[in-house]
């Protein structure tokens, strides 16, 4: 029988808690900890989340992707290879018979894949994957996607234990750099997911100030075009980064200029403009559509707090 690894782990808001590490070696789920927990003012802040690697690679090509530096020595780079489905069944129900820890958790499908790339799989990975997940009930699984293909998902039932997070961007920063389905298309999906009850969620990211001079009203135009279809649970906001591998590999380099400042965490937008970004759409969420469920995407404890932000109180993407 596989084994459940526990460890124990600093919370954001404190507390320390004994938490599942990995299930079996960590091919298929294991703990997202490449950030340590914060301390200084620098410091990302992350609250680590479970990992479903069901799959590797991107039918996508964006321009800026971090698999392509990731997965840069893999036999097929970043071609789409999802893994059996019998080892990552073995993998989810081994999980799913813990019983220590109780705490409530989610598992991201979407880090080292689009989570809809295997919808057009003799056996889609929604249809083999949200059963599994609605046989228990503590833990969440989360599609991240910049794919419009919804079509298998609006056939499921029941799906309580699932979020739809779709990744979308202001539409010059989609046409330029993004070569993914339009954002319209991502918008009509995420809408037929929320009205067929799915909690739906959205990321904006990456945040990219282009055109420079009017970069503003396209981000809040992004805003409009969401609140007019359907409600976010959450909506989730990161600025533009780059690790040196991802800028090596990238074909199109041209949305490095954005990158002035070097961190922790890879190459950013200077720390004063992204602050802005970020004030430009909070502000504009809360005084237009009295929007307050935001969170921000591996961003320093600084940016948080010259936000107002209670960094402590993370509710980003990845977590229940």
């Not at 799959?55 to 840069?72: D, E, H, Q, S, V």
């Not at 109780?102 to 295997?118: H, P, Q, R």
């Not at 989609?174 to 969620?201: D, F, H, L, M, N």
Request: positive net charge; glycine residues 4%; contains cysteine.
């Amino acid at each position: 029988m596989l084994s459940v690894h526990l460890d124990e782990y600093e919370l954001l808001d404190g507390s320390r808690r004994t938490l599942i590490k990995q299930v079996g070696d960590g091919s298929v789920i294991k703990r997202f900890e490449l950030t340590p927990f914060p301390k200084t003012p620098e410091d990302i802040v992350c609250p680590h989340y479970l990992e479903l690697k069901w799959a590797t690679g991107c039918p996508f090509n964006c321009a800026w992707c971090y698999l392509k530096g990731t997965m840069r020595h893999y036999p097929v780079g970043k071609d789409f290879t999802p893994k059996p489905y019998s080892k990552t069944r073995e993998h989810l129900m081994r999980l799913f018979r813990v019983t220590y820890p109780n705490e409530l958790e989610t598992l991201n499908s979407g880090e080292t894949t689009d989570s809809l790339a295997g919808e057009s799989l003799n056996l889609p990975f929604s249809k083999f994957v949200i059963p599994l997940f609605e046989s228990q009930d503590r833990f969440k699984l989360i599609f991240l996607t910049k794919s419009n293909n919804v079509k298998n998902l609006l056939k499921i039932n029941p799906h309580d234990r699932i979020i739809i997070s779709f990744s979308l961007n202001a539409e010059p920063v989609a046409k330029r750099w993004e070569k993914a389905p339009s954002v319209s298309s991502r918008i009509e999906a995420a809408k037929k997911v929320s009205q067929a009850g799915y909690e739906t969620r959205i990321r904006i990211d990456p945040i990219v100030p282009y055109p420079e001079n009017d970069w503003q009203n396209y981000y809040k135009e992004l805003v409009d075009r969401i609140f007019d279809n359907f409600t976010p649970e959450r909506i989730t906001l990161g600025s533009l980064r780059g690790l040196q591998t991802t800028i090596n590999e990238a074909e199109d380099k041209s949305w490095v200029y954005y990158l002035g400042e070097t961190s922790r965490w890879g190459k950013r937008i200077p720390s004063k403009l992204r602050q802005e970004t970020f004030r430009v759409l909070i502000d504009y969420l809360g005084a237009k559509y009295d929007y307050t469920a935001i969170g921000l995407c591996k961003e320093p404890i600084l940016i948080w707090e010259s936000l107002g932000m209670d960094w402590r109180k993370c509710k980003c993407n990845c977590v229940w």
